[in-house]
Structure formats: C-alpha cells, structure tokens
C-alpha cells in the first residue's frame, strides 16, 4: 500500500509500505496514521513497513446489513463526510442518506449535505426532511461554480459518499481535474451503474483532501444505538438522560423524557426532534431504500 509521509518543514513523498505481521487483523484504512520503519525515501523499488497504527480520532464505519456482527471502517481520521445525492434522475434514497447521516454522527464527523441536478429539481424536499438539525447543505449543478462547496472542503479531509448515478464521481473529477475517476450514465429505470472500485485519496489543488469511495448500496448499521447518534446532540443527549432503560427515544416509546423536553421550550425543539427522529428510525432497521 501507499503512504504519504510529511512533517513540518518536509516536503512530502509517497512510500510504498507493507503491514507488520504483529498487527494482526488491525488493517489499516485511508486516513490512518501510521508509524514506519525501514526506506521511508520514496526511491523507486524502496520499502517500509507499518508497526502500529496511531489512535483514530473519527471513523467511518459501516457494517454489511443491519444483522452482520463485524463492523468495517472504511476511512478513518476525516474531518467530514459529504453526502452526495441528486434532487432527482434518479430520486433522493432517503433510507441510505439517513443512513450516512447517522454513521457521520455516530462516527465523530461532521455531515455536508451536497444535492445535485438542482438545474432538473428543487432541493427543497431534501432540505425539509433535515431541518432541525443545524445540517449544512451545498447545491450545485453541471453548470455551477463549485466555490460554495471548496469553500467547506479547503484545509479539511472530506470523505466523499453517493449511490451510484448521483454525480459523485463527476463532481470529484471537477474538484480534483487529474482524478479521472471514472463515470457512467443513469441508466432507463432512473439507477445509475456502479463505475468506482476502491476508495482513493486526492489532493485538492488549494489545499485539503478529498476520498471518494465506491457508490455503496447499502449502510449497515448494526454497530450503532440509538445513543450513539443522540451524543453528537449535547443538549438532546443530557434531556435523554431521564429516559427509561433501553429507550429508543422514537415517537414509539411512550415513555421517552424527550417529548416533554421538547414540549417545554421553545418550536425549534419540537422541529430539531422530529428531524432526529428521523434518523434514529434508521438505527436497526432494514427495510425499502435503505
């Protein structure tokens, strides 16, 4: 695998490297930070090796489906996660965005929402289902500058995730132009062909980086509770406190401290809990769109 090494006052260089066998099953994942040992010049047929793996600070994880036991990180240390999705052709998947928001929070990162094809729909719909939750939101098109959106990535690590025909590859091609991810057309039935294999870290030309991962069809979540997402919400987080035993702190639980917390201040509350709400009927769950 490749790893860059950099330092104040050195230029950076890119080393090939193998893992230590006293790691174990510890893989290593775009972002990590690692230490070496051996040829860290970079010279044509040099090699290092990774002896340990620095503790991550974010992760974001995923697990198969909602009954598969072993969770996966897929990038770790990222400042954000860009969640890229079309206003339509094809039609937002609500289940796998409220997904990613979830693992974002879950995950210690900071969620973007990025809507595409706002020259063929509203991004209105999209930015309604998520209000309440303080959520930033870029929209751009074919024909749009990309300033709003270099504007939150510059100096930042962002992971980039999307199904597949929702631009995401097209749009990493305009931010990072020697990228040449590759891209293909939606198909008849409104879902675009898989056409990214690996996730891959770019450069950004005025600073930062950019991962683009593979257009991922399913989130699972079983690694994640319902408190997990409610710690990225500190004041929801205390309120939850009250709460029963094994609350999932949904409209379900009869029982659930936040319906009064809410009811006793002022509407934004009651707006900013049923956009939680909606992400925490995400957690457990496995069901159409997801």
Wanted: glycine content about 10%; hydrophobic content about 40%; aromatic content about 4%.
């Amino acid at each position: 695998m490749t790893v860059r090494v950099e330092g104040p006052g050195v230029d950076a260089v890119d080393v090939t490297a193998m893992r230590a066998r006293e790691l174990g099953k510890h893989g290593v994942v775009v972002g990590d930070r690692v230490r070496l040992v051996g040829d860290t010049s970079g010279r044509t047929d040099s090699l290092a090796r990774i002896v340990s793996i620095e503790e991550r600070t974010t992760s974001l994880r995923r697990t198969a489906d909602d009954t598969d036991p072993t969770e996966r990180v897929v990038v770790a240390n990222a400042d954000q996660l860009v969640i890229v999705t079309a206003v339509t052709d094809p039609e937002p998947a609500y289940g796998f965005l409220d997904r990613c928001l979830v693992a974002a929070y879950a995950g210690g990162l900071e969620p973007l929402l990025c809507m595409t094809k706002t020259d063929l729909g509203s991004p209105q719909p999209l930015l309604d289902r998520y209000a309440g939750l303080g959520l930033d939101a870029v929209h751009i098109s074919r024909e749009t500058p990309l300033d709003p959106l270099l504007d939150r990535l510059v100096d930042r690590m962002s992971v980039f995730v999307g199904q597949s025909g929702v631009g995401k590859s097209t749009l990493v091609n305009r931010l990072v132009p020697d990228a040449f991810r590759a891209v293909g057309d939606v198909s008849k039935i409104g879902k675009g062909r898989h056409t990214s294999s690996s996730a891959v870290l770019f450069d950004l030309p005025g600073g930062g980086t950019v991962i683009d991962t593979p257009g991922i069809r399913s989130f699972g979540l079983a690694h994640v509770t319902a408190d997990d997402v409610l710690e990225a919400f500190e004041e929801i987080a205390e309120a939850a406190v009250d709460c029963p035993p094994l609350c999932g702190h949904t409209a379900d639980d009869p029982e659930c401290a936040l319906d009064a917390w809410a009811a006793a201040g002022p509407p934004a509350r009651l707006e900013q809990l049923a956009a939680l709400r909606v992400l925490l009927g995400a957690v457990g769950q496995l069901g159409p769109g997801y």
